[in-house]
């Protein structure tokens, strides 16, 4: 969990101090198409979609900074000041190249929360999965929780 701090100014329901959300830390498995992992001598198809538990080395997060400022000006500014935390579940494909491709909200708990977690995603930068060493396309979840903290 990180803790960010909000825009100065900021007032919610009390005395909020911060922003805090939880992200690319823990990405869960998407169930999909399977892939069955290529043999060493077979070529592996960068074109190819894999899941999460399907490479041998996960994607990885590169800009964690830009992102949680992103999420910080963004949270909607109606529900902020209400004091209204919640979730998005995004499933995001990431490209060989390390961006992402494709996003879709899974769920949210509010709709406002929809466009913020979507838009937050297409900022996100990885370092791309790969299998046999080689940059493939990859899906996975990304939980976006939006918490307020007391002060």
């Known amino acids: ?4 701090p909000l825009p100065n100014g900021t007032r919610g329901a009390g005395c ?4 805090a959300f939880s992200l690319a830390a823990l990405f869960a498995a998407t169930p999909a198409r399977a892939q069955k992992l290529p ?4 070529p592996v198809d960068p074109q190819v979609v894999w899941n999460f538990d399907q490479v041998t080395q996960q994607a990885r ?6 992102v949680s400022a992103r999420l910080s000006r963004g949270y909607p500014r109606r529900l902020l000041d209400s004091g209204v ?23 949210a708990s509010r709709r406002e929360f929809t466009d913020v977690a979507r838009d937050l995603a297409r900022t996100m930068r990885f370092r791309p999965a790969k299998v046999q060493d080689i940059a ?3 899906r996975f979840t990304v939980p976006v929780d939006f918490v307020l903290d007391p002060a």
């Open 39 to 42: 043999s060493p001598a077979e």
């Open 85 to 107: 935390a919640g979730s998005a579940t995004l499933e995001v494909i990431v490209g060989p190249r390390g961006q992402v491709e494709q996003v879709s909200v899974v769920d």
């Open 16 to 19: 909020l101090a911060a922003l």
């Open 61 to 66: 997060l590169t800009n964690p900074g830009t």
């Open 136 to 138: 493939v396309r990859s």
């Open 1 to 4: 969990m990180t803790n960010l």
